[in-house]
């Protein structure tokens, strides 16, 4: 079956850096997302990754291992705005994205 | 302006009743989704559409219906509304020449069914 995993909340203070995980089975692969979504709000679009390794873009990186079904989210520098839920989505065979629940990040100060 | 919109943002209704959302959107793109969020669920596809003349069930279509107007319109339709359509809604888009084929959301309706 298809599934994507990330940790449901995760938490962490002004300044710091956090790294968030995703981990995913689809049937066929075409590429690995992360959206930011604050509350109530739509996802923004953040990064994509098809290949191997990582793509930095400011104060967030995005991870792919496609051989292990892995990605990481990595936030540096972290500002209070960063309070948001980040979800991981897996594109199959079929470009549909898979979504993961979003991990909820509480940044404190 | 936004270049994704959905109307209305907010509805409440009543069981049984036919509701329309309606997303339109000025990027000039080809595809258009709908999904729903609840929470502690990841989104999920209602359907989707490629160009004008394509429709496609995606993952929970069973409740609902979509019109595709033309390319920048795409309404989700509810027959007969249940509580358990209580959720929140997003149209979304992409671009047929984009190579990564990237989803732009709409700022999303909250739909509430009594």
Known sequence: ?109 | DADVTQTPRNRITKTGKRIMLECSQTKGHDRMYWYRQDPGLGLRLIYYSFDVKDINKGEISDGYSVSRQAQAKFSLSLESAIPNQTALYFCATSDLGDSTDTQYFGPGTRLTVL
């Open chain 1, 1 to 109: 079956g298809q599934n994507i995993d990330q940790p449901t909340e995760m938490t962490a203070t002004e300044g710091a850096i956090v790294q968030i995980n995703c981990t995913y089975q689809t049937s066929g692969f075409n590429g690995l997302f992360w959206y930011q979504q604050h509350a109530g709000e739509a996802p923004t679009f953040l990064s994509y990754n098809v290949l191997d390794g990582l793509e930095e873009k400011g104060r967030f990186s995005s991870f792919l291992s496609r051989s292990k079904g892995y990605s990481y989210l990595l936030l540096k520098e972290l500002q209070m705005k960063d309070s948001a839920s980040y979800l991981c989505a897996s594109m199959d065979s079929n470009y549909q994205l898979i979504w993961g629940a979003g991990t909820k990040l509480i940044i404190k100060p």
